[in-house]
């Protein structure tokens, strides 16, 4: 029986590998049967040959940084180490000022293309703040594309203004945003959502927003968390939820699987993700979702050697400089909070793939 069992696991690879090199989507049962699956060295040779038939030899990257203008939220997520309820002693609120200043300091030494932008629910910014700061940047720094607040934020900005999520995108819009990023989709499911983040919004109220910003011309990423006790039905539903409606939209540029970072969460009984968990995750990930051009590796979650090794294994975007992350590292994550554009070429080019410098919108020929 054992044999036999090996034979129809054999067989239904190969109906998969066949899907594969006639361009064929998968359904979402063989995304489960590759999650379930042990052989991933197989499942990577895969993901590679699919990400090099669509991006050829490159992997892209770009030179950002990143600003975590306030760390009070008025949600208490159980996976989050980020927030704090304003009392604490390392509680905090950048002003727009202080968040000018902190992009002159760093783009004096690094020429970068994009400035990154997500925080806390604070329970007391006005709605004028959000508009003034985007507005400010644009101003101050034309050539920088910004992309910030996830719809998470976007939600609650709806909320504080009273305006449509529509309403508070176009304003935004004409403010300078031209990016929306990928965070707040954690896992659809909504039991793990219960238990993970009641306060958040829910996947369908996510989904919603980037589909809203997709109609008016605003891009956005895709994410998903995983290593927070789901199921791999969870992960295989919450990729096809993020599939569908970028067949609908179109407006997805890159897809992100985050792993979860358990120190100083709430989280309890939950331990750092395996490699080979990791790995396994971005090459699904490259597989399914067949209408996402990018699937992004995060250096400061999986560290640079793994981030190196998904490149073999269906990643083709390593993110960016990043300058300074708060959020991971408040999380425990022991990897650099940044990287010189010498490393990130260095790591690419060691990983025998060709470095393409991207803008937010994967414009390139910055080399």
């Not at 727009?96 to 902190?102: C, F, G």
């Not at 792993?259 to 396994?280: C, E, H, I, M, W």
Request: proline share 3%.
């Amino acid at each position: 029986m054992q044999d036999g069992k090996v034979m129809i696991k054999n067989k239904t690879f190969d109906l998969i590998k066949e899907k594969v090199y006639n361009n064929k989507r998968l359904s979402t049962d063989d995304a489960l049967f590759l999650f379930k699956s042990h052989d991933l060295l197989s499942i990577g040779e895969l993901a590679d040959f699919k990400n090099f038939k669509i991006n050829g030899n490159k992997v892209y990257y770009i030179v950002n940084i990143h600003i975590n203008y306030t760390n009070i939220c008025v949600n208490r997520c159980a996976f989050c180490a980020f927030y704090r309820n304003g009392k604490e002693t390392d509680a905090y609120s950048m002003s727009i000022e202080e968040i000018i200043e902190y992009i002159k300091t760093n783009y004096k030494t690094n020429n970068f293309k994009e400035v990154h932008i997500v925080g806390g629910l604070h329970p007391s910014l006005p709605y004028s703040f959000y508009l003034n700061m985007v507005r400010r940047i644009k101003n101050e720094f034309p050539s920088l594309m910004v992309q910030a607040f996830t719809a998470v934020e976007i939600d609650y900005l709806s909320k504080i203004s009273r305006l449509s999520i529509e309403g508070v995108l176009t304003d935004l819009k004409e403010n300078g945003l031209d990016a929306l990023p990928g965070g707040g989709a954690e896992i659809f499911n909504p039991a793990i959502r219960k238990k993970l983040c009641p306060q958040k919004i829910s996947g369908e109220r996510w989904i919603s927003i980037h589909k809203t910003a997709h109609k008016i011309g605003i891009p956005s990423n895709a994410s998903m968390l995983y290593g927070v006790k789901e199921s791999y039905e969870d992960r295989v539903s919450h990729l096809n939820e993020i599939r569908f409606a970028q067949d609908e939209s179109g407006g997805f540029k890159s897809f992100i699987p985050f792993a979860f970072q358990p120190k100083n969460t709430a989280v309890r009984n939950s331990g750092f993700t395996t490699g080979y968990d990791d790995l396994k995750v971005i090459a699904v990930s490259r597989l399914f979702l067949d209408n996402f051009k990018h699937i992004k590796t995060f250096f400061v979650n999986l560290g640079i050697n793994l981030a190196q090794v998904s490149l073999s294994f269906g990643a083709d975007d390593f993110d960016g400089t990043l300058t300074e992350e708060k959020i991971s590292h408040n999380a425990g994550s022991i990897n650099p909070a940044g990287l010189s554009v010498k490393n990130v070429k260095k790591i690419i080019e060691e990983a025998g793939k060709l470095p393409t410098e991207r803008d937010t919108v994967y414009n390139v020929g910055f080399n």
